[in-house]
């Protein structure tokens, strides 16, 4: 949980980031939430009503501040999408809560911010929305909220056999073996960018950018380095910019024992955003 503030400390230390380029958004209204999510569940949320299993499944114990700071993550991820949708590039400092199904928590995700953003932007007058899914569990929850959804393209490259058990149909899902390193790592990252931006040509990309994917992570059996890892960024970065589309970027996981690992790999996302934007 340290990552969230000292990522944002260290990108205005390295001057990354100038502090006008920051948003500090509210918490969420209760339309968006329920575009996606079931209205029951949303009140388990709201009064704390979990059993103690739904509590275990999230990964949490109930607090309102918990569901406060959730649903601030959720509105930050809704204003990034919008501001990709005007074509330009926006980074959620936290976000990617992909295991949150309509009716329940998973995997400390309690409600799905991709899927929020994407139907917003749907009912906004978007028809071709582009979930790019790299961290190294599955987006199981985006996956199942989207999967009638044909104007919602839900790529999910991932751990074969990492969490989730259950992996529900993305649109298109890569499953990887375990330690899988840059060289195929990138290869297969690079035909199923080029599958995503030909045959279903979106107007915006809403990008999970977990950091597990490393060779040092406690959960994620892939062995990606700190260089493949930022050459996976720039590849879907270039990807947008030549389609003349924006992007909106949410964190994920990172577990790496050296949190200065985690914060490196985070760090260089908003540098490569940066050199691509500007």
Request: with cysteine; charged share 25%.
């Amino acid at each position: 949980m340290a990552k969230y503030e000292l990522l944002r400390q260290q990108l205005q230390h390295e001057g990354i980031m100038e502090p006008e380029q920051f948003f500090e958004p509210d918490e969420i209204d209760l339309l968006p939430l329920l575009r996606v999510h079931d209205g029951k569940y949303l009140t388990k949320l709201e009064e704390g009503s979990w059993s103690r299993q739904e509590e275990r499944r999230s990964g949490f114990p109930w607090s309102n501040a918990l569901i406060q700071r959730e649903k601030t993550i959720m509105e930050g991820t809704r204003l990034c999408g919008i501001e990709a949708a005007r074509g330009n590039v926006a980074l959620n400092i936290a976000g990617g809560t992909h295991h949150a199904f309509s009716d329940h928590a998973e995997g400390f995700c309690l409600l799905n911010d991709l899927a929020i953003a994407a139907y917003d932007l749907l009912d906004r007058g978007m028809d071709r929305i582009a979930v790019v899914d790299l961290d190294v569990h599955q987006g199981n929850g985006t996956a199942h909220i989207t999967a009638e959804e044909e104007r919602i393209f839900t790529l999910s490259m991932h751990g074969a056999h990492n969490y989730p058990l259950h992996k529900p149909q993305s649109t298109l899902d890569i499953p990887l073996p375990d330690g899988t390193g840059d060289r195929d790592y990138l290869a297969r990252l690079d035909h199923a960018l080029r599958t995503v931006m030909t045959e279903f040509q979106p107007q915006v990309v809403l990008y999970q950018c977990g950091v597990d994917v490393l060779a040092t992570d406690k959960l994620g059996r892939l062995a990606l380095t700190i260089e493949g890892c930022r050459t996976r960024d720039e590849m879907v970065f270039q990807a947008c910019k030549e389609a003349g589309i924006g992007i909106a970027c949410t964190m994920g996981g990172g577990y790496s024992a050296d949190i200065s690992i985690i914060l490196k790999a985070h760090m260089n996302t908003f540098k490569v955003a940066r050199d691509t934007w500007t």
